[in-house]
Nanobody
Framework: QVQLVESGGGLVQAGGSLRLSCAAS????????MGWFRQAPGKERDIVAA????????YYADSVKGRFTVSRDNAKNTVYLQMNSLKPEETAVYYC????????????????????WGQGTQVTVSS
């Protein structure tokens, strides 16, 4: 099992940028598929982005394409989410999640497909 700890959240004005980090413990991070999710108050948890174990394959929700970038550094056991041009409606708790990859260099987009979760980091975008 991998323990995940997010950081980098905070308060930012609309149009601003933040970079979230998710640090993982454990020796198997390089074989882990990673995802970023967010949950606003009263709403369901939604996928934001995902990245395969190698970093070669990535997924973005339509709402963040062109503004967010997911990346990973397996040597540092860390996955990142660079968020640009943030909007007030993107205020939420952001979570990173991980799971082992099964036989392929793919990503997963459903939260039920992930086993390990961080505690979340609050992102607040003011208008």
């Amino acid at each position: 099992q991998v323990q995940l700890v997010e950081s980098g959240g905070g308060l930012v004005q609309a149009g601003g940028s933040l970079r979230l980090s998710c640090a993982a413990s454990g020796r198997t991070f390089s074989s882990y598929v990673m995802g970023w999710f967010r949950q606003a108050p009263g709403k369901e948890r939604d996928i934001v982005a995902a990245i395969s174990w190698s970093g070669s394959n990535t997924y973005y929700a339509d709402s963040v394409k062109g503004r967010f970038t997911v990346s990973r550094d397996n040597a540092k056991n860390t996955v990142y989410l660079q968020m640009n041009s943030l909007k007030p409606e993107e205020t939420a708790v952001y979570y990173c999640a991980g799971r082992t990859a099964l036989f392929s260099d793919r990503y997963y987009v459903e939260d039920t497909e992930y086993r390990d979760w961080g505690q979340g980091t609050q992102v607040t975008v003011s208008s």
